[in-house]
């Protein structure tokens, strides 16, 4: 629903062990996001921002504050529940694609819906590589798809659930520029043809001017 809080990030911190002790990386950091939003998080190398996206994703937990996602807590939840939150509600696209590669691009993007059960998992991932621009490629393996095709798919294999949530990190990084341009307009295109939230972690001032809204990070802390 238009306006409803999807995101909610309350307080957060992150502190790591090292060599002298105690590292900080994130410092009280908190915001909302609301559905259908677009909103970049950007800072320098080291400023925290993939700790925050794992910490939105549930993939790490955080030393202090809350995280909400569809207000659920993720601190409420153990391993299993997380992960089953993130398979209904989440997908992810990766600066290195992270497809599998004993898998074809088919099977790749049918993952997330094989894992859900659904029965009309076969015809939605290949709707989706055929959205794409992939629909002769199905029966191809990672090793032999292009930077920009292994993105492709990655995308399709994201948006495969019909995730309310959509994180990508650095979705551009591994990518020339021509081919991240491609990449970033067919993200959008998608995104708003779902009606997906957009949370999207880049250093590039320019891809972040596309989204609705920036969140600075800087040493860790919201700028």
Same mark, same amino acid.
């Given at each position: &629903?238009?306006?409803?809080?999807?995101?909610?990030?309350?307080?957060?911190? %992150?502190?790591?062990?090292s060599g002298d002790g105690l590292?900080?990386?994130? @410092?009280?950091?908190?915001?909302?996001?609301?559905?259908?939003?677009?909103?970049?998080?950007?800072?320098?190398? =080291?400023?925290? %921002?993939?700790?925050?996206?794992?910490? &939105?994703?549930?993939?790490?937990?955080?030393?202090?504050?809350?995280?909400?996602?569809?207000?659920?807590?993720?601190?409420?939840?153990? *391993?299993?529940? #997380?992960?089953?939150?993130?398979?209904?509600?989440?997908?992810?696209?990766?600066?290195?694609?992270?497809?599998?590669?004993?898998?074809?691009?088919?099977? !790749?993007?049918?993952?997330?819906?094989?894992?859900? =059960?659904?029965?009309?998992?076969?015809?939605?991932?290949?709707?989706?590589?055929?959205?794409?621009?992939?629909?002769?490629?199905?029966? @191809?393996?990672? %090793? @032999?798809?292009?930077?920009?095709?292994?993105?492709?798919?990655?995308?399709? #294999?994201?948006?495969?659930?019909?995730? #309310?949530?959509?994180?990508?990190? *650095?979705?551009?990084?591994n990518l020339d520029a021509a /081919?991240?341009?491609?990449?970033?307009?067919? &993200?959008?295109? &998608? !995104?708003? *043809?779902?009606?997906?939230?957009?949370?999207?972690? /880049? @250093?590039?001032?320019?891809?972040? #001017?596309?989204?609705?809204?920036?969140?600075?990070?800087?040493? =860790?802390?919201?700028?």
């Amino acid at each position: &629903m238009e306006g409803q809080v999807v995101v909610e990030v309350e307080g957060l911190g %992150k502190d790591v062990a090292s060599g002298d002790g105690l590292l900080t990386i994130l @410092h009280d950091i908190s915001f909302r996001v609301r559905a259908g939003e677009a909103v970049a998080i950007v800072g320098a190398s =080291g400023s925290g %921002k993939s700790t925050l996206l794992g910490l &939105m994703a549930g993939l790490d937990s955080p030393s202090r504050g809350r995280v909400h996602i569809d207000g659920q807590d993720l601190g409420a939840l153990d *391993e299993d529940g #997380r992960a089953a939150l993130r398979a209904r509600s989440l997908g992810f696209v990766f600066q290195s694609f992270q497809l599998l590669p004993s898998l074809t691009a088919l099977e !790749n993007a049918l993952l997330p819906l094989e894992l859900l =059960g659904r029965a009309d998992g076969p015809r939605l991932a290949r709707g989706l590589l055929e959205r794409v621009g992939l629909g002769q490629r199905l029966d @191809h393996y990672p %090793k @032999h798809l292009s930077g920009g095709e292994q993105q492709r798919v990655a995308l399709a #294999r994201a948006f495969a659930p019909g995730p #309310r949530l959509l994180l990508a990190d *650095e979705p551009t990084g591994n990518l020339d520029a021509a /081919t991240g341009a491609a990449i970033i307009d067919l &993200m959008f295109e &998608m !995104n708003a *043809e779902q009606g997906t939230t957009l949370i999207l972690v /880049t @250093h590039d001032e320019a891809l972040a #001017r596309r989204c609705g809204r920036s969140l600075r990070l800087a040493a =860790g802390q919201l700028a």
